[in-house]
Structure formats: structure tokens, C-alpha cells
């Protein structure tokens, strides 16, 4: 049974950091790309981050370029997202998920479509 674990969520304030991290069993975690995805209260859910298979490939939205920084480790079958200079609005649900799709472009890794398994998510908050 797959199982993809987010943690690391909570509240801080603006100008904050947090690191997200998300546990992945069950799957050859190393053949699948990784995504981050947020969705905020009455909101769509969104992309906000994706990595390939080897970390050779790494896509952002763009309001979170220059701020968020996704990683993985294959060994420990882990996907992290550094979450630094918080924002309000960057306050969401953030969700994991494990896509077995091959995707090195960003229209493959940023479309929900793409992706097989998700988590149950963690929140965050971010206070002003």
C-alpha cells in the first residue's frame, strides 16, 4: 500500500521559514517524480513545486521562485520543501504527491493529472 506522509506544517509569521517533508512507502520512490501542491481555503489546489526522478529536474510556480526550495532524497525516500520568507497568502494545505509519469517539463509536472498518489496533507499558516 502506498503511503505518502507530509509533516513539518504549523503556524509563523511573515518572513518565516518552514521545511515541509514528506515520507513515501509502498512505491520504488526513486521512479517517481515529486510534487508539492498547495490549496488554500476556496481555492483550486496548485502546483507549487515538482522534481524529477533523479532531482535533475525542478519546476516553481512562480510566486514562490527565489523562496521555496524543493528536494529529495532517494535513499531515505524523503521530498522536502524549504519554505522560506513566508507570506500570507502562501498559507494552504500542502500536499504531496508521487507521480510515476515520466515528466522533465514543466506542463507534465505541474498538472494534477500527472500524479498517482497523494497525501493527506499539513497546514500552514502563516501569520501577518
Known amino acids: 500500500q502506498v503511503q505518502l506522509v507530509e509533516s513539518g506544517g504549523g503556524l509563523v509569521q511573515t518572513g518565516g521559514s518552514l521545511r515541509l517533508s514528506c515520507a513515501a512507502s509502498?512505491?520504488?520512490?526513486?521512479?517517481?517524480?515529486m510534487g508539492w501542491f498547495r490549496q488554500a481555503p476556496g481555492k483550486e489546489r496548485q502546483f507549487v513545486a515538482g522534481i524529477s526522478r533523479s532531482g535533475g529536474y525542478i519546476y516553481y510556480t512562480d510566486s514562490v521562485k527565489g523562496r521555496f526550495t524543493i528536494s529529495r532524497d532517494n535513499a531515505k525516500n524523503l521530498v522536502y520543501l524549504q519554505m522560506n520568507s513566508l507570506k500570507p497568502e502562501d498559507m494552504a494545505v500542502y500536499y504531496c504527491?508521487?507521480?510515476?509519469?515520466?515528466?522533465?517539463?514543466?506542463?507534465?509536472?505541474?498538472?494534477?493529472?500527472?500524479?498517482?498518489?497523494w497525501g493527506q496533507g499539513t497546514q500552514v499558516t502563516v501569520s501577518s
Open positions: 509502498g512505491l520504488p520512490f526513486s521512479t517517481y517524480v
Open positions: 504527491a508521487a507521480a510515476a509519469a515520466t515528466c522533465s517539463v514543466y506542463g507534465c509536472m505541474s498538472r494534477e493529472m500527472s500524479y498517482n498518489f
